[in-house]
């Protein structure tokens, strides 16, 4: 067989084996622990431009219950992905609930305009693992290797 | 040109009737050349198409700055900043740059007003020109004074980027540094030199499929006028142009060259990445890696869920700002570049390569410029999609002055982004990745370094950093 086909045939290999271990990096399913969902209640304080706690962690099916309170302005809080929305006046409390039933890392942001930073006022909802961070950092790491092995002199 | 004047494409490739094909104005390989396509010739020949596009986005940016001055002081409901930080700004990382290089440069209004008058006129060149017309200073050349501009961005960014007045302040000092910049230099100085929007355009410009290149430049050494650099508004002679970073697209080149021996051509993606460098300057090192560093920054201000670093970018002047500010240059002006000049020296050693640190850090630099645009456009995707309802809403009511001029005024409509926006992310910075990957293989390969060893501490910092973004971004 002549070296320029052979080394055809090894690159072709080795992109089969990449796509390979994409495959199996996007799909193979990531042990959950299992863990009984709870009821878990969050008291939200909003000012410009900041929630106080920014980021929440719960467990999927977890019952979860935010209780947001604006201290100087009219605050919002919708979550990306969840479809849900609550907004509180100063000084009061607005109550929102829902089961977290999708897992992953969710931003919540402002949804009233609060002043400058107001497009940036942003939290985070953390529901179990986050697999899609771990799955991203093996794909990015096949990505580098497909760059040094994958590609032709 | 007119019909009685047409020569063949078999004469334009010869470089006049009669001559016969010379192999060498093929020189290039995977090129189409657009400007000797018939239906695209007219629209670059010619100088009004660009004329109209200039007058287009010089009337926006000055009713932009009127509505920073004088409209809303609500960023969300203001022309300038929705136009210029959401939707131009979105553009021009998602379009003008990774499709056109330095394209939004060849339509950019900012330096038109000094130019019409260093030329002496709008369309065509006036017999009476006006300015001192002196060099820019050789001290100051290169990109240093851009990467400058754009860490004063990223310094101030939390307020530029919200407030209207500052919006508009900041457009009005631009502009007048572009008209001043032109009475006291010749050509485009500001661009070149200054702008720090021309800087990110041109670095990255180097990733982008078009190019304008000499077709054959034997032709040019015979010819004593040089017509293409008398009218290059930017100064530079299209035999010399290395890569894609430095020319703004203006074709003054193509439509003055008497041999039309200038070609625009669709390129591969990344053509001028992955050289051997020769030079020792490390500004163009800088810039990327200032990039890189913003990058990073930007997406922590402005994504993620720490609010008391949004407090203290915003809060200028303050103390939590004076520790932002000390943090950001750290991280920009120490941190990043001493872990990516001893990721290249530790290759060097490594490799046993002779070559000089600095030629090393210069030409190893190309590796950062997929990663950092794309480490940029996958910021955009959370930065401006979710907030492109402001866009519809000012279009109706552009200085916040409860108009609705388009019945749009009240959009809340906007693109749910959630579901797909991690994944396009995590794809782009993959992408971007394995180019700079197999460019970091191709200089191996040219520096005769085929184990590699010279380019996997540099793939090492990039791996870092993807892996910092990939958190910054969906984690």
């Keep these: ?153 | 040109m007119n019909k009685s004047q047409e020569i063949t494409w078999e004469e334009r490739i010869s470089g006049g009737k009669g001559d016969r094909i010379k192999p060498a104005r093929f020189a290039l390989p995977q090129r189409i050349d657009l400007y000797h396509i018939s239906g695209i010739r007219p629209l670059l020949e010619s100088r009004w198409p660009q004329f109209l596009l200039r007058a287009l986005t010089l009337a926006g940016f000055i009713f932009t700055i009127f509505a920073g001055l004088f409209g809303s002081r609500v960023g969300s409901h203001n022309f300038s900043i929705i136009f210029v930080w959401i939707a131009w700004w979105t553009a021009l990382k998602l379009v003008f740059i990774p499709l056109g290089g330095r394209s939004w440069c060849s339509v950019c209004p900012i330096p038109l007003p000094g130019e019409w008058l260093q030329q002496g006129g709008i369309l065509d060149k006036g017999t009476r020109r006006f300015g001192l017309n002196l060099r820019w200073p050789k001290r100051l050349k290169g990109s240093w004074l851009q990467s400058g501009g754009f860490l004063l961005i990223g310094l101030f960014s939390a307020l530029t980027l919200t407030d209207t007045r500052l919006t508009a302040w900041i457009l009005l000092g631009l502009f007048g540094l572009a008209f001043v910049l032109s009475v006291v230099f010749e050509r485009r100085a500001f661009c070149s030199y200054i702008c720090p929007i021309g800087g990110f355009s041109g670095i990255y410009a180097k990733t982008a499929p078009v190019e304008v290149r000499v077709i054959d430049t034997a032709i040019c050494t015979t010819h004593s006028e040089k017509t293409c650099y008398q009218n290059c508004s930017w100064g530079l002679y299209p035999v010399a142009l290395r890569d894609s970073a430095q020319c703004g697209l203006c074709m003054e080149c193509l439509r003055s060259c008497p041999q039309d021996n200038i070609a625009f051509n669709l390129r591969p993606f990344g053509s001028d990445l992955g050289q051997v460098h020769l030079s020792r300057h490390l500004d163009e090192a800088f810039l990327a890696l200032v990039m890189l560093g913003s990058a990073l920054v930007f997406s922590a201000v402005f994504i993620g869920p720490w609010g008391g670093l949004k407090s203290a970018a915003f809060a200028i002047g303050s103390t939590p700002w004076l520790l932002y500010g000390l943090a950001f240059l750290t991280l920009n002006l120490v941190v990043i570049p001493s872990f990516f000049a001893l990721a290249v020296w530790s290759g060097e050693r490594w490799s046993a390569s002779k070559i000089q640190l600095r030629q090393a850090i210069a030409s190893q630099s190309q590796v950062l410029l997929p990663l950092g645009l794309f480490a940029w456009i996958a910021f955009t995707i959370s930065f401006a999609l979710p907030k492109m309802n402001y866009v519809l809403s000012v279009i109706s009511d552009p200085l916040g002055w409860g108009w609705n001029l388009l019945g749009t005024a009240n959009t809340t409509w906007s693109p749910d982004v959630s579901a797909f926006s991690s994944i396009l992310q995590v794809s782009l910075l993959m992408v971007g990745l394995f180019w700079s990957a197999s460019i970091a293989r191709r200089l191996a390969i040219r520096n005769s370094s085929p184990d590699y060893r010279q380019a996997l501490p540099t793939l090492a910092f990039c791996l870092v950093f993807s892996v910092v973004m990939l958190w910054l971004l969906v984690g």
């Excluded at chain 1, 690159?11 to 390979?20: D, P």
């Excluded at chain 1, 878990?40 to 947001?68: K, W």
Aim: some cysteine; overall charge positive; proline content about 5%.
């Design chain 1, 1 to 153: 067989m002549k070296r320029e086909t052979w080394s055809r045939w090894i690159l072709i290999f080795r992109w089969v084996a990449l796509a390979g271990l994409a495959l199996l990096v996007v799909f193979l399913p990531i042990p959950v622990n299992a863990t009984t969902p709870v009821k878990r209640t969050f008291r939200i304080q909003a000012s410009q431009f900041a929630y106080s706690p920014a980021v929440l962690s719960v467990n999927p099916g977890d019952r979860v219950t935010i209780e947001l309170t604006a201290t100087d302005v009219v605050h919002g809080l919708s979550i990306d992905g969840y479809d849900l929305e609550t907004k509180s006046d100063p000084g009061q409390t607005a109550r929102l609930t829902f089961v977290a039933n999708q897992q992953g890392s969710f931003r919540f942001r402002c949804t009233v305009t609060c002043g400058n930073m107001h497009p940036f006022m942003i939290g985070k909802l953390q529901v179990g693992q986050n697999n899609l961070l771990w799955r991203g950092v093996l794909l990015v790491g096949l990505a580098l290797v497909a760059g040094v092995w994958g590609t032709r002199k």
